[in-house]
Structure formats: C-alpha cells, structure tokens
C-alpha cells in the first residue's frame, strides 16, 4: 500500500509543513495534535479542556482515516507540567481504555499549550 495522506476538517489543519496523518502497510501514523479547534484557534482553558479536546483531536483524525483510538497500539504524551500528569491519565482512560496502547509520557517546554498527543494504530484490514 502505498502511503496515503490524511486530512479532516473536524479536527486542526496542520501549523506547519506535515500531515494530520499518513497511512502506510496498516498502520496509521497520527500526528501531535494539541488543544486547538478544528478551525485552528487555540484554547488556553483549564488544563482537563485542553486535554481533552486534544484526544478529541486526535480521535476525529483516527475516525477520518476509517480506524478509531481502540486501535492505537503507542502513544506519545507531552505535557508541560508533569503535575497534570494524574489528571491527564484520568481523562486518557476515556480515551484509550481498558485495553491501554504502550504509552511514553514526557515533559516538554510547550509553545504556549499543556498538552500535545500523537499516536500509532492499526488500520482495519480492508484499508
């Protein structure tokens, strides 16, 4: 299968020169996203409302490549202030749960943000 570029108006265009995400030989490579809304504007709320509209994210560009976050095998999380890091873990159940992808959770010096996600997941078979 040749690699495919992903796009959706449901969730934020790209801030740079990549792709929401790309698919190739049955897996889909998602992209960080962050708490921005599909129209690109950024939310600076509490950080639960960033959070989730971040997995929200990235579960609209999951869904508009025919695959959903049950399928995420990894999971990138960057946070800039690992005090959230409970409370991010809380909201990702939501998400992610029961059957939890390999995780790796790091600190990063975020560019006006408190969250940002990527992920790895398996395409359905027909894809």
Do not use: H
């Not at 960033?50 to 946070?79: C, I, K, M």
């Not at 991010?88 to 600190?107: K, L, V």
């Amino acid at each position: 299968m040749p690699k495919q570029l992903i796009a959706t108006e449901a969730a934020p265009p790209p801030q740079g020169p990549y792709s929401q995400a790309v698919a190739a030989n049955g897996v889909l490579y998602l992209s960080g996203q962050g708490p921005n809304t599909p129209s690109g504007e950024r939310v600076t709320g509490s950080f639960a409302d960033q959070a989730r509209l971040t997995f929200e994210n990235l579960r609209a560009v999951a869904e508009a490549a025919g695959t959903s976050l049950a399928d995420a095998v990894r999971v990138g999380v960057y946070l800039r202030d690992m005090s959230n890091f409970e409370e991010m873990n809380a909201i990702y159940t939501e998400f992610f749960g029961p059957r939890f992808p390999a995780r790796t959770t790091i600190q990063s010096d975020l560019p006006g943000f408190d969250i940002e996600v990527d992920a790895v997941v398996l395409l359905p078979e027909s894809s």
